[in-house]
């Protein structure tokens, strides 16, 4: 089993900037993909930005050049920079993981996907005022 506990949401006007953090614990040997989705009231969920084991880096067309992924040397923290923020950057952002034995492939959008390959965290809010 694995835990992850986000933190860093706020409230911000367009154009600015957050950091999310995610801490993992538990087994977390058992993750081979990390990442980040969110889900806005009344849409799908989103797959926002992912990392590898290698670090390599993934992210939704509508993020890219705005938010960046990294995480620690010892993959115990996981963050999301977030900058040029606009209101429909709006969500609850989920930090989420892929088991090493998932093998469906479309790792960034299967972080959003609910099942027994994933863990969740319990998201943190972004609000973007205009």
């Known amino acids: 089993q694995v835990q992850l506990v986000e933190s860093g949401g706020g409230s911000v006007q367009s154009g600015g900037s957050l950091r999310l953090s995610c801490v993992a614990s538990?087994?977390?040997?058992?993750?081979?993909?990390m990442g980040w989705f969110r889900q806005a009231p009344g849409k799908e969920r989103e797959g926002v930005a992912g990392i590898d084991r290698d670090g390599t880096t993934t992210y939704g067309d509508s993020v890219k050049g705005r938010f960046t992924i990294s995480q620690d040397n010892a993959k115990i923290t996981l963050y999301l920079q977030m900058n040029s923020l606009k209101p429909e950057d709006t969500a609850m952002y989920y930090c989420?993981?892929?088991?090493?034995?998932?093998?469906?492939?479309?790792?960034?959008?299967?972080?959003?996907?609910?099942?027994?390959?994933?863990?969740w965290g319990q998201g943190t809010q972004v609000t973007v005022s205009s």
């Open positions: 989420a993981a892929l088991k090493r034995r998932y093998s469906g492939g479309y790792y960034l959008a299967a972080l959003a996907y609910q099942g027994p390959d994933n863990y």
């Open positions: 538990g087994y977390t040997y058992s993750i081979g993909y």
